[in-house]
């Protein structure tokens, strides 16, 4: 594993009016690392993802992943890069199939393009097939085998969860951000969550998460971010964070 | 017979009509009130070119869809790329300024006083001189328009579309560029609802300015919202619903002054009705529930 | 001397599109919908006018002060029987859009079946010579068309400042959750924004009809003008939306004077376009 910084986001700061959500935030990101983020409600972890995917226009800072300054991007362009997020509130496109929400995510699809619908070849076909088996086998992975075709609609709480990270693995991107995946999701869902987000520090990909569980973190994560009122309070190993006085300050307060 | 021909070749135009506007208010969930004004791009280029040079019928289709995918473009292009609101907008300007460039730009379409005497349609040295012939061609392009509608609500293409419909947020998240696809798919729709407007020109053999008001774009969109948004089928069914439903008034021996003015009567307190207690429409499976704002 | 009576000539229109505008703006801050039957309400204010004057016989003075209740009156009955019941079935603004398109083809044709599709007019036969001023002409119904519009406008803009029933409407318009936790009853502001709103375009359609003349299916030009003016000047400011009328009136006249009036059209659906690239907070952003 490289420990070569790849993802950088410097003094980035965001207000809303009079609130100040982000106060000059800065960390680094090596690959392959998995990043917990947690803090109180309101600390701003939110609105972090949303400055970083695009979403949201920074009043300054830098964003930078592998090279590519982020910051000014729209966010369309920064998904192509390299970076894919969930919502806190789930979002996916309930009157499409579980696998078609799926295929939205995979890259550079010539069938996209308004021509390639009247001019379809071998070639197109035959790279459509070859999405769909993979987006096939990690559903199966995903434990959605069997609800493959059925609408978004009918999904579960927990599998609507465990479909949007099967989506942000489909996109093949390297750096995931994660917005709360087990909030609100039954135990044994918890589990398979967890597994699927541990398993893609082997696939050489970067994720941050946002999580209030801290078992959750404790279990996943090699490196957390403690942010409150907007700026980065505490940056360590798992075990720093529990005993930091500040951290617990801000719970307790 | 004349005149069931003369309704079926109606509902055939206004087949094409409203499903190129599916694509757009349907697939993609903008709302167009400029639907109009490709018809009468597709209108005008096809009698402009006909009476002038006496062009195939080929010809036409091909020009009257490039120049009023132009068109669309450059409305889509300021309203869409910035912000979905400002597309209604955009669009129920353009349709004013179609209209009043129909009226006013004498020199090129004459006015209110239309042009008249647009010869039968040509296809391959083939004149198509009977009312049955005419409907044979327009049959067979209303189903390429169908065709062409459920080819992209099948592809990768159609279910990017669909995915902004629902939800543009997910669809930017997912790396699609979300201006590209709508632009795209008005041009196209654009471009499609032209072929409606040759048909016209053809078929009646003269086109004036009235033909192609705002109220001729509401009555394209109330046949897609009516007959459902979405769907493939629901402006097939909108069409034949709302093209043949006024003619019953004619039947029942209403004058047909009033007939047209109780034709539109009848089709915007359908449009209200649906909009109060069945938003989605016959066979819509969608419903305009995103708001915009 | 002809740039004085372009100049006259623009004021006259952009009192007509500020009228509009204003009225539009009114009911899309509140309401959050493209309210396209706007278009027939101006209409109705003329053709209420025609009725009231012609067929009835009552005064001008009388006659203009019922069509400005009637249209008041219009308005209320849209909000009341369509909008709101609308709203409370949680319809989206796409919805109360296609509504208020279907409700605009109903008015429009209701007008055209009971008075026909051929100019109306209430001018009396003889030409009006008009009030000479620096080398141009004005009619006394052009001065009291801009006069109207400046009042009408200046006691929207001070009754929007100052009085509770404008700060309600203006709580409304920028956060409806806080309204209605500080106690604001949105549907009454949402039926004193159509009231006003409808009067506004009223007033509008009454000086046309008594200026010009009129025809069931006027009122879409000019709410494209108005709406025009609203892109200009931005949805929440009144003097924003009176200058953008001036401005759209000037270059329309102007565009008259220097090629042919004919391009008017296109000259508002140019500058829409422009300010539709150079606004991108626009409309609603203000
Ligand atoms: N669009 C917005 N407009 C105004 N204020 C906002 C907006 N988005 C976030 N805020 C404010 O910014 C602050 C940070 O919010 P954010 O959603 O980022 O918190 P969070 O850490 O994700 O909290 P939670 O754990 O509850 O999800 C809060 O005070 C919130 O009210
Ligand atoms: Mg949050």
């Not at chain 1, 619908?117 to 995903?142: M, W």
């Not at chain 2, 043949?244 to 004058?255: D, M, Y």
């Not at chain 3, 318009?173 to 709103?197: E, H, I, R």
Request: proline share 3%.
């Amino acid at each position: 594993m490289s420990t070569k910084v790849w993802f950088s986001v410097k003094d980035v700061r965001k207000s809303f009016g009079g609130v100040l959500a982000l106060d000059g935030v800065s960390f680094k990101l090596s690959r392959g690392e998995i990043l917990g983020l947690v803090g109180p409600n309101g600390a701003g972890k939110t609105t972090l993802f949303n400055v970083i995917s695009g979403f949201d226009a920074p009043d300054c800072g830098r964003i930078n992943l592998s090279g590519t300054e982020l910051v000014g991007l729209p966010p369309y362009l920064i998904a192509l890069a390299g970076l894919v997020r969930t919502f806190q509130v789930p979002r996916l496109i309930e009157n499409l199939t579980v696998i078609e929400n799926v295929l939205l995510f995979c890259k550079s699809q010539p069938g996209e393009r308004l021509r390639n619908v009247f001019f379809s070849n071998a070639r197109l076909k035959a790279f459509e097939t070859e999405i769909a088996e993979k987006a096939k086998d990690l559903l199966q992975k995903a434990g959605l085998g069997d609800k493959m075709l059925s609408p978004a609609s009918e999904l579960s709480y927990g599998q609507l969860k465990l479909l949007t990270i099967a989506c942000c693995i489909a996109s093949d991107s390297d750096l995931l951000l994660l917005d709360e995946p087990i909030a609100g999701v039954a135990p044994v869902m918890i589990d398979r969550i967890l597994e699927m987000i541990s398993d893609l520090r082997s696939a050489e990909k970067s994720v941050i998460l946002i999580e209030h569980n801290m078992d959750a973190i404790m279990h996943v994560c090699s490196r957390v971010l403690f942010l409150d009122v907007g700026s980065v309070v505490c940056d360590g190993v798992p075990s720093d964070i529990r005993s930091n006085s500040r951290v617990i300050d801000a719970y307790l307060r | 017979m004349q005149y069931l021909l003369h309704i079926l070749i109606l509902i055939g135009i206004y087949v094409i009509l409203s499903s190129s506007l599916n694509l757009v208010a349907g697939y993609a969930g903008l709302i167009s009130v400029a639907h109009a004004s490709f018809f009468a791009v597709g209108a005008y280029a096809a009698a402009l070119l006909s009476v002038h040079f006496g062009s195939p019928l080929i010809v036409n289709l091909l020009c009257a869809a490039l120049l009023a995918a132009l068109c669309s473009l450059l409305i889509g292009f300021p309203s869409l790329r910035i912000r979905d609101d400002y597309f209604v907008i955009a669009t129920f300007g353009f349709q004013v300024l179609t209209f009043s460039v129909l009226n006013n730009w004498v020199k090129l379409t004459r006015g209110p006083l239309g042009i008249p005497g647009i010869p039968r349609a040509s296809l391959f040295g083939w004149e198509v001189s009977s009312q049955f012939e005419f409907l044979v061609v327009v049959t067979v392009l209303s189903l390429a328009t169908i065709w062409c509608c459920k080819v992209i609500s099948e592809s990768p293409y159609g279910r990017v579309l669909k995915a902004i419909r629902e939800d543009e947020m997910f669809a930017t998240a997912a790396g699609k560029n979300v201006a590209a696809f709508k632009i795209s798919a008005f041009a196209f729709a654009g471009g499609l609802a032209s072929i409606g407007g040759v048909l016209y020109a053809h078929y009646i053999s003269f086109v004036d300015p009235s033909s192609f008001t705002v109220m001729e774009s509401i009555f394209i969109l109330s046949i897609v919202i009516i007959g459902g948004a979405g769907s493939l089928l629901g402006p097939v069914v909108g069409a034949v619903l709302l093209v043949s439903l006024p003619e019953a008034l004619r039947l029942i021996g209403l004058q047909s002054a009033i007939a047209a003015n109780v034709r539109q009567i009848l089709y915007g307190g359908l449009l209200l009705a649906f909009m109060l207690w069945r938003p989605r429409g016959l066979l819509g499976r969608f419903s305009f529930e995103k708001d915009v704002h | 001397m002809a740039i004085v009576q372009i100049l006259l000539n623009a004021v006259i229109a952009a009192s007509l599109y500020a009228l509009v505008g204003a009225g539009f703006a009114l009911i899309f801050r509140t309401s959050k919908f493209f309210h396209f039957a706007h278009a027939a309400t101006f209409t109705a204010g003329a053709y209420l006018t025609y009725t009231f004057k012609q067929i009835v016989g009552l005064s001008l003075p009388i006659s203009v002060v019922f069509s400005l209740i009637g249209c008041g009156i219009v308005g209320l009955l849209m909000s009341r029987l369509l909008f709101l019941p609308l709203r409370r079935r949680g319809a989206s603004s796409l919805v109360l859009l296609l509504s208020s398109l279907g409700l605009y083809v109903i008015l429009q044709n209701s007008i055209s079946l009971i008075y026909g599709d051929h100019i109306k007019s209430i001018r009396d036969a003889k030409v009006v010579e008009g009030i000479p001023i620096f080398g141009a002409r004005i009619t006394e119904i052009q001065i009291a068309a801009i006069l109207g519009a400046a009042v009408l406008i200046f006691l929207l803009h001070t009754g929007l400042r100052y009085t509770g029933a404008g700060k309600a409407l203006r709580a409304v318009a920028s956060n409806p959750t806080l309204a209605k936790l500080v106690g604001v009853d949105s549907n009454l502001v949402v039926q004193l924004a159509f009231v006003a709103g409808s009067v506004l375009a009223g007033a509008a359609g009454i000086l046309v009809a008594l200026d010009i003349d009129m025809t069931p299916s006027m009122g879409m030009l000019m709410l494209m003008m108005g709406v025009v003016a609203v892109i200009i000047g931005g949805v929440r400011s009144l003097v924003g939306i009176a200058f953008g009328a001036l401005l759209l009136g000037a270059a329309q006249n102007l565009g008259t004077w220097l090629v042919s009036s004919q391009w008017q059209d296109a000259i508002a659906f140019a500058i829409l376009v422009v300010f539709l690239l150079v606004r991108p907070r626009g409309f609603v952003g203000g």
